[in-house]
């Protein structure tokens, strides 16, 4: 079983950034793909990022269209952690942000092929 946490959710103005962590516990290797979801009110739960294992024992980071550019992930696995720094905040960006495991390695944007999920933490930009 794998257990996440997120934090580092807040409230933030246009402009501003944010840095989210999700730590993890419990049976969860490097290889695992981790990865970052949002879901604002009355939408579905969308990608936004993951880091994902690759040949020769590294990762590549996978990134939305609407944030490419603004976001960047990074993952500890000494410390079972992935982070999200979040630059240029717009008002769209207001969601719980969802931290999410693929143990099968995969490279999917769809929320379906995570197994595991943290309880989120809620982003709002506004002035």
């Known amino acids: 079983q794998v257990q996440l946490v997120e934090s580092g959710g807040g409230l933030v103005q246009p402009g501003g950034s944010l840095r989210l962590s999700c730590a993890a516990s419990?049976?969860?290797?490097?290889?695992?793909?981790m990865g970052w979801f949002r879901q604002a009110p009355g939408q579905e739960r969308e990608f936004v990022s993951a880091?994902?294992?690759?040949?020769?024992?590294?990762?590549?980071?996978d990134y939305a269209d609407s944030v490419k550019g603004r976001c960047t992930i990074s993952r500890d696995n000494a410390k079972k952690t992935v982070y999200l720094q979040m630059n240029s905040l717009k008002p769209e960006d207001t969601a719980v942000y969802y931290c999410?495991?693929?143990?099968?390695?995969?490279?999917?944007?769809?929320?379906?092929?995570?197994?595991?999920w943290g309880q989120g933490t809620q982003v709002t930009v506004s002035s």
């Open positions: 999410a495991v693929d143990p099968r390695r995969g490279s999917s944007h769809s929320y379906l092929a995570y197994d595991y």
């Open positions: 419990g049976r969860i290797f490097n290889s695992y793909t």
């Open positions: 880091t994902v294992w690759s040949a020769g024992s590294t990762y590549y980071a």
